[in-house]
């Protein structure tokens, strides 16, 4: 068994409104619950947006910080789940699942470096 990171990206801005959260946040539930059931389910979290994140780079002798993401786009990785799934085939099936809860979010499986 491997084990594979499902990224989560997510835009950038204020969230959504409960009313749409609601029907999503049930349907990521339920996929955690069977995630958790096939014994499938390793570690997940979600993150704090973009903003809040602090980048260090080294510079010579010199470790410069930087405030805010270290990339600037129009999506920014929101959280993740890591799976343990026999192949890719089978980790593309769970993302598929969370993909289809989380409705437009995209989700981008990689094997992790064992």
């Given amino acids: ?21 609601e029907p999503i946040m049930k349907d990521l539930a339920v996929w955690n619950d069977e995630l958790r059931a096939a014994g499938a389910w390793v570690f997940s979290a979600g993150l704090h947006p973009a903003e809040s994140a602090t980048v260090l780079r080294a510079d010579g002798g010199e470790v410069l910080l930087t405030d805010g993401p270290f990339t600037e786009g129009k999506e920014h990785l929101g959280g993740f789940t890591v799976v343990r799934a026999a192949d890719l085939d089978e980790a593309l099936g769970w993302a598929r699942k969370l993909a289809v809860a989380l409705r437009a979010l995209s989700v981008e499986v990689r094997p992790l470096a064992e």
């Fill in 1 to 21: 068994m491997k084990n594979y990171l499902l990224s989560i990206y997510q835009p950038d801005g204020p969230a959504p409104s409960p009313e749409f959260l």
